[in-house]
């Protein structure tokens, strides 16, 4: 079975320092992996993937994130942390193959004090 | 294409009532999902539909639950009878699970409050 662990509930970060986002996950065969955001009072809005190729993903408002498929972790970072990034953060695996849904983490609330 | 539509947007309601709760997925996806999330328990899946037809349901919590999905364009969640614990946000996503990786796009959500 596949599942995905986000060990923090809470970051918090200062205005334009770097920011990471922790993931892991356990999957039977090899993953896809994803992060979304939710800002306040909207749905979850799609951030990056990895499939396969470069273990280093890039996406949307300057996210990243990198693929270690030695220590099954998908951390997000973005090198320089804007107020506006303060929101909710889930990850989300799915096993490959098969047509399973993604299965989401608890979720990281991401805070950035200016 | 205007995304996943999702309706009512806010619904409060009193205990017994029925609650039905719309989705409109995004053209041309044939995989629907219907989520709950709430403070104590995150996001739940509470059942999904391919090319309209219920895969697993094992997530809804209880008979009082049901969803329908009548054609490719339309799905419903009803709660009938409703109760305060079934307070929450409801999503609707959906997706091309055989492309693209199977990304799931999001409304912007039903907000359920049963007094």
């Known amino acids: 079975a596949q599942s995905v662990a986000q060990p923090e509930d809470q970051v918090n970060v200062a205005e334009g320092n770097p920011l990471t986002v922790k993931c892991t996950y356990s999957v039977s065969g090899n993953p896809y992996l994803f992060w979304y955001v939710q800002y306040p009072n909207r749905g979850l809005q799609f951030l990056l993937k990895y499939i396969t190729g470069d273990n280093l993903v890039k996406g949307s408002y300057g996210f990243e994130a990198e693929f270690n498929k030695s220590q099954t972790s998908f951390h997000l970072k973005k090198p320089s942390a804007l107020v506006s990034d303060s929101a909710l953060y889930f990850c989300a695996v799915r096993d490959i193959p098969g047509n399973t849904p993604l299965v989401f983490g608890k979720g990281t609330r991401l805070s950035v004090i200016a | 294409d205007a995304g996943v539509i999702q309706s009512p947007r806010h619904e409060v309601t009193e205990m017994g009532q029925e609650v039905t709760l719309r989705c409109k997925p995004i053209s041309g996806h044939d995989y629907l999902f219907w989520y709950r999330q709430t403070m104590m328990r995150g996001l739940e899946l509470l059942i999904y539909f391919n090319n309209n037809v219920p895969i697993d349901d094992s997530g809804m919590p209880e008979d009082r639950f049901s969803a329908k999905m009548p054609n490719a364009s339309f799905s419903t969640l009803k709660i009938q009878p409703s109760e305060p614990r079934d307070s929450a946000v409801y999503f609707c996503?959906?997706?091309?699970?055989?492309?693209?990786?199977?990304?799931?796009?999001f409304g912007e959500g039903s907000r359920l409050t049963v007094l």
């Open positions: 996503a959906s997706s091309l699970l055989g492309g693209d990786a199977g990304e799931l796009f």
